[in-house]
T-cell receptor, first 115, second 110 residues
Framework: DGGITQSPKYLFRKEGQNVTLSCEQN?????MYWYRQDPGQGLRLIYY???????QKGDIAEGYSVSREKKESFPLTVTSAQKNPTAFYLC??????????????FGSGTRLTVV | DAKTTQPNSMESNEEEPVHLPCNHS???????IHWYRQLPSQGPEYVIH???SNVNNRMASLAIAEDRKSSTLILHRATLRDAAVYYC???????????FGQGTRLTINP
């Protein structure tokens, strides 16, 4: 079955370490997105990509980096510059790069805890 | 970005219908109305979307006001598994991303 896979589901890291979250989709979707969710809050956009080797900053890109070397993959690196990295991270994809009549398919998320 | 307004929380009983309201008074003629829901510790899932006409699918119905300034997500017979946060989102013409608000936290009582 097609879908989006995020791994790992839970991730623990020491403060000051970089960490990379994986997101893979086999839906042949063009666009991919990373969102961050803090407890009791809505989703905030970190980065998005509409085509291979290109990506744009979202609302809270500072302290994060991404790459899009393959259509299927959009990994997110949480760097040591991110001041409050503990959060629930969600990856999504969309068939169309301009949404209107299309929506998102989400992964099941990665819960990152920095100690 | 066009904004939506939803109640922070709602409560209903199992096996009863639930009407979740959403106001979007600044909507333009080409903006789609999307609904997603998020169960605890999971990613959001698509529920339904529409433009002008009411829409039905196996999960829910979407009733859109004639002036399109508001809409209502209808769960016809709530179950405990419908307890979730429901997000009403406008997908703007040419938009490259969806903007999520706080949503409505729906509690279902047995």
């Amino acid at each position: 079955d097609g879908g989006i896979t995020q791994s790992p589901k839970y991730l623990f890291r020491k403060e000051g370490q970089n960490v990379t979250l994986s997101c893979e989709q086999n839906l042949n979707h063009d666009a991919m997105y990373w969102y961050r969710q803090d407890p009791g809050q809505g989703l905030r956009l970190i980065y998005y990509s509409q085509i291979v080797n290109d990506f744009q900053k979202g609302d809270i890109a500072e302290g994060y980096s991404v790459s899009r070397e393959k259509k299927e993959s959009f990994p997110l690196t949480v760097t040591s510059a991110q001041k409050n990295p503990t959060a629930f991270y969600l990856c999504a994809s969309s068939l169309a790069t301009t949404l209107s009549n299309y929506g998102y398919t989400f992964g099941s998320g990665t819960r990152l805890t920095v100690v | 970005d066009a904004k939506t307004t939803q109640p922070n929380s709602m409560e209903s009983n199992e096996e009863e219908p639930v009407h979740l309201p959403c106001n979007h008074s600044t909507i333009s003629g080409t903006d789609y109305i999307h609904w997603y829901r998020q169960l605890p510790s999971q990613g959001p899932e698509y529920v339904i979307h529409g433009l002008t006409s009411n829409v039905n699918n196996r999960m829910a119905s979407l009733a859109i006001a004639e002036d399109r300034k508001s809409s209502t997500l209808i769960l016809h017979r709530a179950t405990l598994r419908d307890a979730a946060v429901y997000y009403c989102i406008l997908s703007l013409q040419g938009a490259q991303k969806l903007v999520f608000g706080q949503g409505t936290r729906l509690t279902i009582n047995p």
